[in-house]
């Protein structure tokens, strides 16, 4: 049986209640998803990337992702989609317009990035709760979108 949004918010919530541990995964959970998908997006494809460009691996792996979104919450997963196409839009100016390569940049700040989120679970004292289930990779955003609803009185 698979986990309601409530179950897997409560249980990634567990090991996320440091308010410092907090204020790193609102920083860099967002950031570690939009490096992954600047680093998928940055893949050769075996078509013509220049006619379709928003069509890449990347998008192509975002997917699945909403799949798994939109069974947990229909309006998370709008956020979501809205939050990645406006990454997407970033990805496509960043291409457009900076010389330094999309996956390079990308992974320096996904390194970066999870350097923080350790150091945040080193001060909670906590394993971060992928090393249980690596679904939780795909929960973290939806933590932050969460959070983020709830603060504007957004439906769930």
């Not at 998008?59 to 709008?78: D, E, H, K, N, T």
């Not at 320096?108 to 939780?136: C, M, N, R, T, Y």
Request: glycine content about 6%; aromatic content about 20%.
């Amino acid at each position: 049986m698979s986990k309601s949004l409530k179950q897997w918010l409560n249980e990634y919530g567990v090991s996320h209640k440091n308010p410092t541990n907090k204020a790193i995964h609102w920083v860099a959970v967002p950031t570690i998803y939009f490096t992954v998908l600047a680093m998928l997006w940055s893949i050769p494809v075996p078509w013509d990337g220049a006619l379709l460009p928003w069509l890449n691996w990347g998008s192509l792996a975002m997917l699945p992702v909403f799949v798994f979104y939109w069974r947990l919450s229909l309006s998370l997963a709008i956020g979501m989609l809205v939050m990645t196409l406006l990454m997407c839009a970033a990805l496509l100016g960043y291409q457009t317009w900076v010389e330094f390569p999309l996956f390079y940049s990308a992974a320096i700040v996904f390194v970066i990035a999870w350097i923080f989120q350790f150091i945040g679970h080193e001060i909670e004292g906590k394993k971060p709760s992928f090393f249980k289930d690596l679904q939780f990779l795909l929960i973290g955003p939806l933590w932050v979108m969460h959070f983020l609803y709830r603060r504007w009185h957004w439906p769930v």
